[in-house]
């Protein structure tokens, strides 16, 4: 089973705090990716990556910024975490061609 | 652009009858379709792709490219069929390996 492994389930971070929320996989997909789930929006790509040091933006990339330094590893970074950026995040990893896999979920709360 | 539409944000049902969750797409390429669901405090997960054309849990889908639809359907729903659902778009040219979601239709099976 491929497994793709969120960090943290649950994380309450101050506003103004930088955030890191960290994802690893262990089945050597290329592509790497971070959503934002929110009721009624559905989900929203921020990062995604398609190779170690690469990086493209989604569709809501502001205030946010991301690191694959190593295949397995995509972090998301918030600069400077806003009340506006609390939502459920969620990576997932690919191979090309292929369907996606989801991690658990982070639930960051800012305040 | 390409573009993911699920009419209904929320679907009731009653155990046994049948339930169709709706999806259309905009898209000028060769469309690969999903359909992803999200139990209560699981991970999302894939429930089928089109070009299987397999039935997941007695849901099937049918491409239907005349009307750029993607409808989930299962003649008898269950309770346990209760979750969210998420019709996904991808596009299977080109080096775009993103997944483009619909918003989501929370599906609730009534005993």
């Known amino acids: 089973d491929v497994k793709v492994t969120q960090s943290s389930r649950y994380l309450v971070k101050r506003t103004g705090e930088k955030v890191f929320l960290e994802c690893v996989q262990d089945?050597?997909?290329?592509?790497m990716f971070w959503y934002r789930q929110d009721p009624g929006l559905g989900l929203r790509l921020i990062y995604f990556s398609y190779d170690v040091k690469m990086k493209e933006k989604g569709d809501i990339p502001e205030g946010y910024s991301v690191s694959r330094e190593k295949k397995e590893r995509f972090s998301l970074i918030l600069e400077s975490a806003s009340t506006n950026q609390t939502s459920m995040y969620l990576c997932a990893s690919s191979r090309r061609g292929v369907g996606y896999t989801f991690g658990s979920g982070t639930r960051l709360t800012v305040v | 652009a390409q573009r993911v539409t699920q009419p209904e944000k929320l679907l009731s049902v009653f155990k046994g009858a049948p339930v169709e969750l709706k999806c259309n797409y905009s898209y000028s390429g060769s469309p690969e379709l999903f359909w992803y669901v999200q139990y209560s405090r699981q991970r999302l997960q894939l429930l089928l792709r089109h070009i299987s054309r397999e039935s997941i849990k007695g849901f099937t889908a049918d491409l239907n490219k005349g009307e750029t639809s993607f409808h989930l359907k299962k003649p008898f729903a269950q309770e346990e069929d209760s979750a969210m659902y998420y019709c996904a778009l991808f596009n299977s040219g080109g080096s775009n390996y993103k997944l483009t979601f619909g918003k989501g239709t929370l599906l609730t099976v009534n005993p």
């Open positions: 089945m050597d997909h290329e592509n």
